[in-house]
């Protein structure tokens, strides 16, 4: 019996290190992601007046597949809200991106550099129940963040990321223009990537 216990503890070592020195390698896996943070919106004009905005939740899933031992390709989908002077801001935004993926010494601990293009779509409810509509537009996004492997196929990931996008208007249900939203913003995450391969 001790010598049974004593080879499942071996075997059970030898996998571990196995999977460690090999945690970083993604190449031609597919992952999900799942993350959630912080972001810090831009402010806005509304209504001619300057609309400060709060930190608010964004939560968000994503795919990502590995191309080789130092790039990948990223969909991901957020959702902000977060609260202003004047109402309630919710933003969707679809990210198409991809990563440099830096090898360190330690295996289990991937550092990431990422840049893409974003779709930013936006609803807007004031706090006078009145309506307004706000334009989608297009952005770009520069991100950095790090993975870290607790087994070969799944990973705890942290990332900081920051997406500038141009102006988009704020019209009411007649077309005329309310005013100015800036979908620009700098969000932190933490979450989880599972790699299925």
């Not at 360190?104 to 779709?119: R, S």
């Not at 006078?128 to 993975?147: L, Q």
């Not at 005329?176 to 989880?192: E, K, N, Q």
């Amino acid at each position: 019996m001790k010598k049974l216990i004593v080879l499942a503890c071996l075997a059970t070592t030898i996998s571990m290190t196995a999977a460690t020195a090999m945690a970083d390698n993604i190449r031609g896996k597919l992952g999900v992601t799942g993350k959630l943070g912080f972001l810090a919106p831009a402010d806005n004009n509304v209504d001619n007046f300057n609309n400060r905005t709060d930190t608010g939740a964004v939560v968000g899933v994503g795919l990502i597949y590995g191309i080789d031992n130092h790039l990948a390709a990223e969909l991901e989908v957020t959702r902000s809200e977060f609260d202003s002077n004047n109402g309630d801001f919710g933003v969707t935004n679809v990210s198409l991106g991809g990563q440099y993926r830096f090898g360190i010494n330690d295996p289990k601990l991937v550092p990431y550099l990422g840049v893409g293009i974003d779709i930013l779509a936006t609803d807007y409810d004031p706090d006078n129940g009145s309506s307004r509509d706000v334009d989608t537009t297009a952005g770009v996004h520069v991100s950095g963040g790090v993975d870290y492997f607790l087994q070969q196929n799944l990973a705890l990931t942290a990332e900081v990321k920051v997406v500038a996008a141009p102006e988009t208007d704020i019209t009411d249900n007649s077309g005329a223009h309310r005013g100015d939203f800036d979908p620009s913003s700098l969000s932190t995450t933490v979450g989880l990537r599972y790699f299925f391969n």
